[in-house]
């Protein structure tokens, strides 16, 4: 394809390509058509009957096709259960169900009827509960515990004792009555020797033990 020139000159059109016609080889093609139309003559016609005039009689059944080394399931409705197997099957689960469901409801009736029949258990009889005397086994803090209210022999003791103790008790009464300032003066002594094991204010074991200990075995 020639370029324009160097020149600039635009006036001139641009130059198509050029179409190159080649003849097409047409005898190899003729020759075929030749050899097809003469290898016809060996061949021999063969009438092919008329599919509608075949006896339906002579066709066969084809076995039934192995899926897994195991014959296929034959069609329903030849070997199968067919739709009238199938509503006898849908009947006899249907009777089957409700004769089983009337004779459970019956079994239940009986049941029920047994349990009625059957006399009431007689029930243990409300007996009153004896409840726990304030004694001094049940006392939290030990036997022969004393507090706020109670009066004789062991609450003197108590007071003459805490008499001997200084500053717990001063000037206190010996009437043998557990008042709010016996007391007060219990759990005075409590507070001041570390007594812990005791209600304040209740003369229990450990106050009878460490009020002992520093007062004697009897009384002066």
Do not use: C, H, I, K
């Given at each position: 394809m020639p370029t324009p020139s160097a020149s600039g000159s635009h006036d001139?059109?641009?130059?198509?390509p050029i179409v190159v016609l080649r003849p097409r080889r047409t005898d190899a093609l003729a020759e075929l058509f030749k050899e097809m139309e003469q290898g016809t003559g060996d061949l021999e016609s063969v009438a092919v009957p008329d599919s509608r005039s075949w006896d339906e009689g002579e066709t066969q059944e084809l076995p039934p096709v192995r899926v897994d080394g195991?014959?296929?399931?034959?069609?329903?409705?030849?070997?199968g259960?067919?739709?009238?197997?199938?509503?006898?099957a849908i009947t006899i689960g249907v009777a089957a169900a409700a004769v089983i469901?009337?004779?459970?409801?019956?079994?239940?009736?009986?049941?029920?009827?047994?349990?009625a029949a059957q006399p009431p258990h007689?029930?243990?009889s409300a007996e009153p509960t004896p409840t726990a005397?304030?004694?001094?086994?049940?006392d939290p803090d030990g036997e022969g515990t004393l507090r706020e209210g109670d009066s004789g022999p062991a609450v003197t003791d108590l007071q003459e004792r805490l008499l001997r103790i200084p500053d717990v008790y001063a000037n206190g009464s010996t009437s043998g009555t557990y008042d709010a300032t016996l007391k007060a003066a219990v759990a005075r002594f409590q507070l001041w020797y570390g007594i812990r094991g005791d209600e304040t204010g209740v003369y229990?074991?450990?106050?009878?033990?460490?009020?002992?200990?520093?007062?004697?075995?009897?009384t002066g």
């Open positions: 001139r059109p641009p130059l198509e195991r014959n296929s399931a034959p069609p329903e409705g030849r070997f259960f067919g739709p009238g197997l199938r509503r006898a469901g009337f004779g459970s409801a019956l079994l239940l009736v009986a049941r029920n009827d047994d349990a007689p029930t243990a005397t304030a004694t001094g086994a049940s229990g074991n450990d106050t009878r033990q460490s009020l002992e200990s520093r007062t004697g075995s009897g």
